[in-house]
């Protein structure tokens, strides 16, 4: 059984900077992507960000642009969001999601990935 598991999260000052870690646990399979997404109260999950395994291509929401970025140790099956220049508007759940394999859904759609961690919470102070 595949797990997810989200780390790194916190209270922190506008501006300030925070690094979220995904281990992932279980399961045969290579990932084909790996995924960031968070939700705020009362909105719907989105997408932050997106990695290839294999290739280390990036995707990123516009929102996040030059702030976050997305890596991955592919020994040690971990994944990496780092935030910088953190806004008040940052402030979600963030959970981390992987992609079995290649399909035409788009890495920025929820629908896209096969298993989801428990989320860990940011907290952005202004």
């Known amino acids: 059984q595949v797990q997810l598991l989200e780390s790194g999260g916190g209270l922190v000052q506008a501006g300030d900077s925070l690094r979220l870690s995904c281990a992932r646990s279980?399961?045969?399979?290579?990932?084909?992507?790996m995924g960031w997404f968070r939700q705020a109260p009362g909105k719907e999950r989105e997408f932050i960000a997106a990695i290839t395994w294999i290739s280390g291509n990036t995707l990123y929401v516009d929102s996040v642009k030059g702030r976050f970025t997305i890596s991955r140790d592919a020994a040690k099956n971990l994944v990496y969001l780092q935030m910088n220049s953190l806004k008040s508007e940052d402030t979600a759940v963030y959970y981390c999601?992987?992609?079995?394999?290649?399909?035409?859904?788009?890495?920025?759609?929820?629908?896209?990935?096969?298993?989801w961690g428990q989320g860990t919470q940011v907290t952005v102070s202004s």
């Open positions: 279980g399961g045969t399979f290579s990932s084909y992507a």
């Open positions: 999601a992987v992609k079995r394999a290649f399909t035409l859904v788009s890495l920025k759609s929820l629908e896209a990935y096969d298993y």
